[in-house]
Nanobody, 114 residues
Framework: QVQPVESGGGLVQAGGSLRVSCAAP????????MGWYRQPPGKQRELVAR???????NYADSVKGRFTISRDNAKNTVYLQMNSLKPEDTAVYYC????????WGQGTQVTVSS
Protein backbone atom coordinates (compact mmCIF):
# COMPACT_ATOMS: atom_id res chain seq x y z
CA GLN A 1 0.00 0.00 0.00
CA VAL A 2 1.01 3.60 -0.49
CA GLN A 3 2.72 5.27 2.46
CA PRO A 4 3.64 8.86 3.24
CA VAL A 5 7.32 9.73 3.13
CA GLU A 6 8.54 11.58 6.20
CA SER A 7 11.88 13.37 6.40
CA GLY A 8 13.74 16.06 8.28
CA GLY A 9 14.25 14.60 11.72
CA GLY A 10 17.53 14.71 13.55
CA LEU A 11 19.40 15.64 16.68
CA VAL A 12 19.13 19.15 18.06
CA GLN A 13 19.92 20.89 21.32
CA ALA A 14 17.17 22.18 23.57
CA GLY A 15 15.94 25.53 22.33
CA GLY A 16 16.73 24.68 18.73
CA SER A 17 14.51 24.18 15.70
CA LEU A 18 13.74 21.46 13.19
CA ARG A 19 11.29 21.08 10.34
CA VAL A 20 9.88 17.72 9.35
CA SER A 21 8.17 17.08 6.04
CA CYS A 22 5.68 14.55 4.77
CA ALA A 23 4.98 13.90 1.11
CA ALA A 24 1.81 12.09 0.11
CA PRO A 25 0.12 11.15 -3.15
CA UNK A 26 -2.09 13.91 -4.50
CA UNK A 27 -5.12 11.64 -4.47
CA UNK A 28 -4.80 11.38 -0.70
CA UNK A 29 -3.35 14.77 0.15
CA UNK A 30 -5.93 16.83 -1.70
CA UNK A 31 -8.99 15.47 0.08
CA UNK A 32 -7.81 14.61 3.58
CA UNK A 33 -6.90 16.49 6.67
CA MET A 34 -3.31 15.65 7.56
CA GLY A 35 -1.82 15.19 10.98
CA TRP A 36 1.52 14.84 12.69
CA TYR A 37 1.72 12.36 15.53
CA ARG A 38 4.59 11.40 17.77
CA GLN A 39 5.54 8.45 19.93
CA PRO A 40 8.02 9.12 22.71
CA PRO A 41 10.07 6.19 23.99
CA GLY A 42 7.92 3.86 26.06
CA LYS A 43 4.77 5.91 25.53
CA GLN A 44 1.71 5.83 23.33
CA ARG A 45 1.41 7.66 20.06
CA GLU A 46 -0.21 11.09 20.40
CA LEU A 47 -1.54 13.76 18.09
CA VAL A 48 0.75 16.77 17.83
CA ALA A 49 -0.98 18.89 15.18
CA ARG A 50 -3.46 18.59 12.34
CA UNK A 51 -4.43 20.70 9.36
CA UNK A 52 -7.56 20.45 7.24
CA UNK A 53 -7.83 20.97 3.50
CA UNK A 54 -9.13 24.44 4.35
CA UNK A 55 -6.00 25.17 6.45
CA UNK A 56 -7.73 25.01 9.82
CA UNK A 57 -5.16 23.91 12.37
CA ASN A 58 -5.25 22.28 15.78
CA TYR A 59 -2.42 21.67 18.22
CA ALA A 60 -1.74 19.67 21.32
CA ASP A 61 -1.48 21.93 24.34
CA SER A 62 2.12 20.85 24.88
CA VAL A 63 3.25 22.34 21.56
CA LYS A 64 1.03 25.40 21.16
CA GLY A 65 3.06 28.49 20.41
CA ARG A 66 6.15 26.45 19.51
CA PHE A 67 5.10 24.24 16.59
CA THR A 68 3.45 25.24 13.32
CA ILE A 69 1.82 22.87 10.86
CA SER A 70 1.38 23.91 7.24
CA ARG A 71 0.65 22.33 3.88
CA ASP A 72 1.90 23.03 0.37
CA ASN A 73 -0.80 21.89 -2.03
CA ALA A 74 1.47 22.30 -5.06
CA LYS A 75 3.95 19.84 -3.56
CA ASN A 76 1.46 17.55 -1.79
CA THR A 77 3.52 18.05 1.32
CA VAL A 78 2.70 18.84 4.93
CA TYR A 79 5.29 20.39 7.21
CA LEU A 80 5.78 20.67 10.94
CA GLN A 81 8.03 23.53 11.99
CA MET A 82 9.26 22.92 15.53
CA ASN A 83 10.82 25.77 17.48
CA SER A 84 12.00 26.08 21.07
CA LEU A 85 12.41 22.34 21.22
CA LYS A 86 12.51 20.61 24.59
CA PRO A 87 13.93 17.22 25.58
CA GLU A 88 10.36 16.00 26.11
CA ASP A 89 9.73 16.54 22.39
CA THR A 90 12.03 13.60 21.69
CA ALA A 91 10.01 11.03 19.77
CA VAL A 92 9.45 9.37 16.45
CA TYR A 93 7.23 11.68 14.42
CA TYR A 94 4.67 10.21 12.06
CA CYS A 95 2.51 11.65 9.30
CA UNK A 96 -1.07 10.45 8.93
CA UNK A 97 -4.06 11.16 6.73
CA UNK A 98 -7.33 11.30 8.62
CA UNK A 99 -10.00 8.81 7.58
CA UNK A 100 -7.32 6.45 6.24
CA UNK A 101 -6.39 4.12 9.12
CA UNK A 102 -3.72 2.42 7.01
CA UNK A 103 -1.91 5.58 5.89
CA TRP A 104 1.09 5.76 8.22
CA GLY A 105 4.72 6.25 7.34
CA GLN A 106 7.87 4.81 8.86
CA GLY A 107 8.35 7.91 10.97
CA THR A 108 11.29 10.21 11.46
CA GLN A 109 13.30 10.41 14.68
CA VAL A 110 13.57 13.72 16.50
CA THR A 111 15.98 13.82 19.41
CA VAL A 112 16.37 16.89 21.61
CA SER A 113 19.35 16.94 23.93
CA SER A 114 19.41 18.93 27.14
Amino acid sequence: QVQPVESGGGLVQAGGSLRVSCAAPRSIFSINAMGWYRQPPGKQRELVARITTGDTTNYADSVKGRFTISRDNAKNTVYLQMNSLKPEDTAVYYCHAENLPWFWGQGTQVTVSS
